[in-house]
């Protein structure tokens, strides 16, 4: 049954909560320590906290530098004891059997919770839960009559038994829901791909959405840092909270949305069930991340709008470390969220030519791995701007707030055409946007693969490094490999390995990356061939050889690969390969033909061999 208890509590506060708002934190940290102690002996499972009914004194824990605050709090508790029953029922049969009391007049039916005989229990301390024994025999049926009028060989324990488990599984069953809508984009990264290198997928300081818990300490800085920040935009906008709320509403309004709609479709992008957070928690979420992303790409762009005692541009690291946090898969906000909270937060002074998109690539571009394909798209947008928008004329953002995906007619890919999903995506799309693919149709693309660049070396192949606007645009003609610099930074590993998990979780957007990925690893299987590929600048410097051979070989393990978008260069590079007096020419250069000196020995030995068979043949003749 459910209990009325008032409990005493010892709640731990670390010292970087204390502050004016204090009884906050206290109560917050309160809610949490209830929700994962579940249950005690005494009083059963915890089920609320009704309210907090004093706080004592703090007292300093040695050590630690927690503060320790007595409070003394009612809630409501679930404990099971022996004899409690449920009323007398009978068990009605036909299309919608029940169970039926008549003295109350009521019915349980299909899908509906209840509570059988208990006739004992036991608490278990290691796991902080019960076990309990109880007896389902009297809500059973006494038997079933045959259409002749004899009572059957089944018992009553096993009709029940029978009847609970059709009940149960046809409640279980999801007639036209699918667990996972098609647009799921953002994903919990597989265990099978998470393996090869768990630090690269998960967040460093902050938690954006809700695959991760933000109660966890080490994210309790920025969630500070976030709260901040939605108060300095509030202050710039010169309106309160509420306002700011109803503004929101507003907007909805006119684009015919509500807010359970608005958080249906934003649910909707996540992968994973949010049954645990509620409406409330959720839009406040959604708006509280997606402020704080917009304010922090604005005040990257514009040093001036920084306050003073902003931590996060007052500390040179906390930006690497939010950049790498924002290009993980499971760290994402469905981009129509941010791009209505940018529309909305938008200032009268900011340019009209100012997007988000353009905002984010700008400061994107500043990392040394994404800022060739950043800078490239951001001049290709500048170029197409008639292309992406003719209602506002806005890079990047069409009339009902969603971003538009832009590419040449003559550059059509498979990708769905279902527009920017989030921050992540926008990143591919710098890097593949360009990229015609080649596939070779006449062969079976899985099955190729290509010598290593060393073995291409030493027959004849040049490795150049090319200019082309993308990483993915590479090409091969008459022996001559011309790749664009892959430039080399911290983050480098974390943007590959989150681009890749996305492609492989997501139906709408094909492996480009992913057959990328399989490209360098077939020319980059020793640390001599990541030698070479450095030395004609086609890789960026690495900090030992071993070390970049083994982040290719190892970045696409445990992936799929339905089609490989380099099929035909792979073809006309293994075609060149198998060229005989390819080999044998790339020998005499190397040999013979590499320096001055080696050049005149061998003019000097050709001579002296001609010298020779004239000398012979005058012998011969006289």
């Not at 206290?26 to 005690?40: N, P």
């Not at 009704?50 to 007595?70: L, Y």
């Not at 982040?551 to 992936?559: R, S």
Request: net charge negative.
């Amino acid at each position: 049954m459910f209990l009325k208890v008032q409990l005493p509590w010892d709640v731990l506060v670390p010292a970087e909560s204390l502050g004016p708002m204090l009884q906050r934190s206290i109560v917050h940290h309160l809610l949490d320590d209830f929700a994962q102690r579940k249950a005690a002996k005494d009083v059963g499972y915890y089920v609320a906290v009704t309210s907090v009914d004093s706080i004592g004194d703090g007292r300093v824990k040695q050590g630690t530098g927690e503060v320790e605050f007595p409070v003394l709090f009612s809630g409501i508790t679930f404990k099971l004891f022996k004899g409690e029953k449920m009323p007398d029922y009978r068990y009605v049969r036909g299309d919608n059997p029940m169970f039926l009391n008549d003295k109350l007049s009521s019915k349980i039916e299909r899908d509906m919770v209840v509570r059988f005989i208990v006739i004992g229990t036991q608490w278990l301390p290691e796991k902080r839960e019960f076990h309990a024994l109880v007896d389902c025999a009297r809500v059973m049926a006494k038997g079933i009559q045959t259409s002749i009028g004899h009572t059957s060989n089944v018992t009553k324990d096993d009709v029940g038994g029978l009847e609970a488990l059709k009940a149960t599984m046809k409640a279980k069953l999801r007639p036209n829901i699918s667990p996972f809508s098609s647009k799921c984009c953002i994903f919990r990264v597989p265990p099978l791909l998470r393996r090869h290198n768990p630090e690269a997928y998960g967040p460093d300081i902050i938690s954006i959405g809700p695959l991760h818990s933000r109660r966890h300490k080490k994210f309790q800085a920025t969630e500070n840092v976030k709260q901040w920040y939605l108060h300095n935009l509030l202050s710039r906008m010169n309106i309160s909270l509420e306002i700011f709320i109803e503004r929101i509403g507003k907007v909805l309004d006119q684009e015919k949305e509500c807010f359970a709609e608005f958080e249906k479709r934003a649910r909707d992008f996540y992968a994973e069930p949010l049954d645990h957070i509620n409406q409330d928690d959720f839009i406040e979420m959604m708006i509280l991340d997606g402020c704080f992303i917009m304010e922090f790409f604005r005040n990257f762009r514009d040093e001036e709008r920084r306050d003073i005692n902003d931590p996060i541009f007052n500390m040179d690291c906390m930006k690497q470390y939010l950049f790498h946090d924002l290009l993980l898969l499971e760290n994402q906000l469905p981009w129509f969220v941010l791009q209505r909270l940018y529309n909305l937060t938008r200032n009268y002074d900011e340019p009209d030519d100012t997007s988000l998109i353009l905002l984010m690539l700008k400061a994107f571009s500043t990392l040394s791995s994404l800022k060739h394909n950043c800078c490239s798209y951001q001049c290709y947008l500048y170029e197409h701007g008639d292309k992406i928008s003719q209602t506002e004329k806005k890079y990047g953002d069409d009339k009902d707030g969603e971003a538009v995906v832009v590419v040449d007619d003559d550059n059509y890919d498979d990708d769905h055409d279902d527009g920017l999903l989030h921050i992540l995506d926008l990143i591919r799309t710098s890097i593949v946007f360009p990229f015609k693919y080649q596939i070779d149709k006449s062969v079976d693309n899985l099955e190729q693969s290509i010598p290593s660049a060393t073995a291409l070396s030493e027959a004849g192949v040049k490795f150049r490094n090319g200019k082309a606007e993308s990483i993915m645009n590479i090409q091969f003609k008459h022996g001559v490999f011309t790749i664009p610099q892959l430039a080399i930074g911290e983050l480098t590993e974390s943007i590959f390995r989150n681009l890749i998990a996305f492609e492989q979780c997501y139906h709408g957007r094909s492996p480009k990356i992913t057959s990328y990925a399989v490209l360098m690893d077939n020319l980059i299987c020793s640390s001599r061939d990541m030698k070479l590929l450095c030395e004609n600048e086609v890789l960026g410097k690495w900090l030992s050889p071993e070390d970049g051979s083994q982040f290719f070989n190892k970045l696409y393990n445990d992936t799929s690969l339905p089609k490989l978008y380099y099929g035909e260069l792979f073809s006309r590079v293994n075609t060149y390969y198998g060229k005989g007096w390819s080999k044998w020419l790339e020998i005499l250069n190397r040999e013979y033909l590499s320096n001055p000196w080696k050049i005149i020995s061998l003019v000097a030995a050709c001579i002296l061999l001609v010298l020779t068979l004239l000398q012979t043949y005058y012998t011969v003749h006289q």
